[in-house]
């Protein structure tokens, strides 16, 4: 698998990527007015690697393929063509900075003495530990990611450019949506490896999320799980993903901003390689349309419900 810097469409595109010029960090794509009150995130399937970070990367096409939620981008524009959800999708690749982690989720050992917070930092988080902090720095089986010490400057313009601007981005498509609505979902979209499988029991094509409860109506995820049943697709509840930094902050069900994790098994929509798109990535797509779908309906009376208004038009 050949890496090459530039492979995602710029169209809508914001913040800036370091070492990348002229390349959006992520692309936000929505309909006025909004079709549906549903926003898809994309925050893992970047794949514009700048020069400079595949030169500081020990194993440049291992990693990608192993940090990467491979082309489950793919996945969301086929949804939101489907569904005309709105869709946020990272340009900006997860090597570089992961934007399901906290802008403090910092592995400081990646860094120079000189460029470590003056007066300690406080314990690191177990995603830190992991590897899998807000820039990732090992993985099983493969080791340390980089062949050389970080300088601040670098964490600084990642955030600067990338983290913060999708964050707020995000903020405000999602006020947009529930402005209008009433109540917004978030549908932060991930993949994932083939989950082991018990003796006796159907794999596990889908998880959900909702960190237990917090980050949605329990009628959101009831309404899932039905949707899930309905077209023959194994789904799971918060394990052994219940959602990260991005639910974390933008889930806030009593101000009608819900969220879920929606994980993906790469093996049901890529090859058998898990490299290149396969055979099964149209029925995915129809599958997950039709979750959209349902779950854009239950969003549209929970926002009802709340906000006392009468149903939006779809088409003003």
Not at 62 to 84: M, N, P
Not at 138 to 166: D, F, K, N, S
Not at 221 to 249: C, D, T, W
Not at 304 to 312: A, D, I, R
Request: aromatic share 4%; net charge neutral; glycine share 10%.
């Amino acid at each position: 698998m050949a890496i090459s810097p530039v492979d995602n469409d710029s169209q809508g595109g914001r913040g800036w990527i370091p070492g990348a010029p002229g390349i959006p960090a992520f692309v936000l794509r929505a309909s006025e007015p909004s079709a549906i009150p549903v926003l898809i995130a994309v925050p893992h399937a970047g794949r514009a690697y700048s020069s400079a970070l595949l030169r500081d990367m020990r194993h440049s096409e291992s990693v990608a393929l192993r940090l990467e939620d491979r082309y489950v981008d793919r996945l969301a524009q086929g949804i939101a063509k489907e569904t005309g959800a709105t869709l946020l999708m990272a340009n900006a690749p997860r090597a570089m900075i992961d934007l399901n982690r906290a802008p403090d989720d910092v592995d400081w050992d990646m860094f120079a003495q000189a460029d470590r917070p003056k007066g300690g930092t406080a314990s690191p988080s177990r995603r830190v530990r992991s590897g899998l902090g807000l820039i990732p720095r090992r993985l099983t089986g493969v080791g340390e990611l980089w062949r050389r010490r970080m300088e601040g400057v670098e964490l600084t313009r990642r955030i600067e450019g990338i983290h913060a601007p999708y964050h707020a981005t995000l903020d405000g498509a999602l006020a947009n949506l529930r402005d209008r609505w009433g109540a917004a979902l978030l549908i932060d979209l991930h993949s994932m490896p083939p989950l082991p499988v018990r003796t006796g029991m159907a794999p596990t094509e889908v998880v959900i999320g909702d960190r237990f409860g917090a980050a949605c109506h329990g009628r959101l995820i009831a309404a899932a799980f039905s949707q899930m049943a309905a077209v023959r697709r194994e789904a799971a509840h918060n394990r052994p993903y219940a959602g990260g930094y991005v639910l974390e902050r933008h889930a806030d069900p009593r101000g009608g901003i819900h969220a879920l994790q929606v994980e993906v098994d790469r093996s049901c929509y890529l090859d058998p390689g898990l490299v290149e798109p396969g055979p099964g990535m149209a029925a995915v797509i129809d599958d997950l349309s039709a979750l959209v779908r349902r779950l854009a309906d239950v969003v549209s009376e929970l926002g009802q419900e709340q906000s006392g208004k009468g149903w939006p038009l779809a088409a003003e």
